[in-house]
């Protein structure tokens, strides 16, 4: 079980310019939970927000249904319709927001990209890969593609206690700025290690 | 041989495109007129292309209203005032321990040759 009280928050390094990606209580429970109902198959959906100074924020989290053709693989292959990704564009056009990214769930297995992940990745999208273990949500990471496509760089998640009424307020990026490790994480690959 | 195709580009890899959500160009088939998009922005190119020089497995291409994998592929020809749409196909997931690559016949399923 997560726990519900507590706020995930992604820092994004961005041409080394530290870059917040707020993100509510309430928002990575509703990926957690989409992650839980699916298993053991692979879920999946968009983030759509607004990027002001640097800062993103999420504004909505959109479950879709895996599209991934063959049935028997859905448990370890999701796919997102075109037509829901040229729908969830339109919206967040017509909203004045951006698709941030997309997360999808890791049914009994780590939240790191795989090779799989990798191939079919684009750039500048936030990846978030939310790991279900026996039914339950574990682990949930947020990666960006590197524009060489050689690996990723992972997005620093953060406990900051934010409630959603609080993601737009200009404390916001003063609390990720005072709470957030700025270490460089190890960069990624996405190969396997068993 | 077409001469003024209009390219859609994603937001995605407008970045890679001088920041332009079209580009025009030519050819006699789709597969020429993306060649001549990514000689004209080279980053393009392994956003599209594999290193064997096909088309990625994960893009949807469009010719006007039509997905091409259900035409001739890159093969399809194109004519003057046709539109190219780049549509991403976001997917990926976990993989078993065994596996490295797509299966071969993902590959057929999802390949545009």
């Known amino acids: 079980m997560i726990d519900l009280d507590r706020c995930l928050f992604a820092i994004r390094h961005y041409a080394g310019v530290l870059v917040a990606l707020n993100w509510t209580a309430e928002q990575g429970a509703m990926i957690a939970r989409h992650g839980e109902r699916g298993y053991p198959n692979e879920i999946c959906g968009f983030l759509l927000g607004t990027r002001t100074d640097g800062t993103a924020t999420v504004r909505e989290v959109v479950p879709v249904e895996n599209h991934w053709e063959a049935l028997d693989e859905r448990r370890r292959r999701f796919m997102i319709a075109p037509e829901d990704f040229l729908r969830e564009e339109r919206r967040a056009r017509e909203a004045g ?6 997360y999808h769930s890791h049914p009994d297995h780590p939240a790191r990209p795989s090779e799989t992940d990798r191939e079919a990745a684009w750039p500048g999208y936030s990846y978030v890969i939310q790991s279900v273990r026996d039914s339950s949500a574990a682990e949930v990471t947020s990666w960006l593609l590197k524009d060489d496509r050689s690996g990723y760089d992972q997005e620093d998640i953060v406990d900051c206690g934010m409630r959603s009424a609080d993601s737009a ?3 916001a990026a003063a609390a990720g700025q005072g709470s957030t490790s700025t270490r460089a994480n190890p960069q990624y690959k996405g190969e396997e290690h068993g | 041989m077409a001469d003024r195709v209009k390219i859609l580009v994603p937001t995605a890899l407008r970045q890679f495109a001088g920041g332009r959500e079209e580009v025009e ?6 597969g020429d007129v993306l060649g001549q998009l990514t000689t004209a922005h080279a980053d393009l190119k392994k956003h599209l292309y594999k290193d064997n020089g096909q088309l990625r497995n994960f893009v949807n291409i469009y010719l006007n209203d039509e997905d091409i994998r259900y035409l001739e592929k890159a093969a399809t020809p194109v004519a003057d005032g046709d539109v190219i749409t780049i549509v991403p196909a976001i997917a990926g997931g976990a993989q078993a321990v065994e596996e490295l690559t797509l299966s071969s016949e993902e590959v057929a399923r999802y390949s545009r040759h």
């Open chain 1, 97 to 102: 927001w951006e698709i941030l990214g997309f």
């Open chain 2, 25 to 30: 160009a030519g050819g006699a088939t789709v």
């Open chain 1, 169 to 171: 307020s200009p404390n």
